[in-house]
């Protein structure tokens, strides 16, 4: 184990993303995903200007000013697991600013371009660094593979039979990030939570809708979409974050994770969900000063469905205009 103070075992270690987490588990330790802790709390608006007040700037993304009003919440969290490559492009400056604060800042990079031997180097330098052995982590990797294998079937309830809402999908296959940052709890939830919905009537008739780019940030969305009557049967970067693909090893596994690496990845994992789950439409989310709003342009030449791009900013219920625009997009697909 690390010889650092905040790294024993039953500590908790913040992620700025999904990461290898088989690894923080193996370590003994409890994984926090920040954006979650962030964006479940009442105050997450009032979270984003504090940030702002302590002296990050408007033009910047919401959910970095979230990470950072959530950890001066949190002063339990002493470590951050930074992925300051791959993920957001200000994460490198965030983990700087943590550590002139006294924070722990363990650096991740997802490779680019996409390469197994440097993935492979990041994760055993993660495992030296938490102290952890490769046999302690494919242990995990073992015991996580039935509760995935439990995500990927609440998505097909989802996409085949309808027995699961668009808003139950997201928020499970949010969690597995970190599973709530309580891995014994959350796999029996899971299991019953699965038992409930197989009992449950199918769902069929309804818009099919698909979500790509970063989870929104809209706090009534959900509902919203209810009242048109359309089902979200796919979600891309959550459905990423539960590891929805069988892998030989841990390396093969976050090498297949789409989120962290170049466009074409997730244009091919796009275009299969397209034609498999038989989309009406994808709803292209875009976070206001994210630079992923850049992609937006290459989805709609290479996609072969009807897109329509909604741009969020801060954790507020839908502006009118968004509103105005889903339900005449959603109407548009109705047969």
């Not at 959910?63 to 470590?79: C, F, R, T, V």
């Not at 709003?293 to 329509?308: G, K, S, T």
Request: net charge negative.
């Amino acid at each position: 184990m690390s010889s650092s103070r905040l790294l024993v075992p039953g500590a908790r270690v913040g992620l700025t993303t999904t990461i290898p987490v088989e690894v923080v588990l193996a370590a003994g330790l409890i994984p926090v995903d920040l954006n979650n802790l962030f964006i479940a709390s009442p105050e997450a608006l009032a979270m984003v200007s504090r940030a702002e007040a302590a002296g990050f700037p408007r033009t910047l993304c919401a959910w970095i000013k979230g990470i950072y009003a959530a950890l001066q919440d949190h002063p339990e969290i002493g470590a951050v697991i930074a992925a300051c490559q791959g993920d957001c492009s200000n994460t490198q400056a965030l983990g700087e600013i943590l550590e002139s604060q006294g924070r722990e800042v363990i650096h991740f990079k997802f490779p680019y371009p996409r390469e197994r031997e440097p993935l492979a180097r990041e994760i055993a330098a993660l495992m030296a660094r938490l102290g952890v052995t490769p046999e302690a982590v494919a242990r995990v990797r073992e015991r996580l593979a039935p509760l995935r294998r439990q995500l990927r079937r609440l998505d097909r309830l989802t996409w085949e039979t309808g027995q699961v809402s668009g808003q139950e999908n997201f928020l499970w296959l949010i969690e597995s990030s970190d599973f709530a940052s309580d891995l014994d709890a959350y796999e029996p939830r899971l299991t019953a939570f699965l038992k409930e919905a197989q009992a449950r009537p199918g769902a069929n008739g309804r818009v099919r809708l698909g979500f790509a780019g970063i989870p929104p940030i809209f706090t009534d969305l959900w509902d919203y979409l209810e009242d048109l009557n359309a089902a979200v049967v796919f979600h891309e970067f959550p459905r990423q974050f539960s590891m929805p693909y069988e892998s030989p090893d841990l390396v093969d596994q976050y090498l297949r994770y789409t989120y962290p690496y170049d466009i074409q990845g997730r244009l091919a994992d796009l275009k299969e969900a397209v034609a498999t789950r038989r989309l009406d439409g994808l709803v292209h989310y875009t976070q206001s000063f994210c630079f992923r709003q850049m992609f937006d342009q290459i989805l709609r030449d290479h996609l072969n469905v009807p897109i329509l791009t909604i741009e969020g900013d801060r954790p507020t219920k839908l502006d009118s205009r968004s509103r105005m625009r889903l339900e005449a997009f959603t109407d548009v697909l109705r047969p």
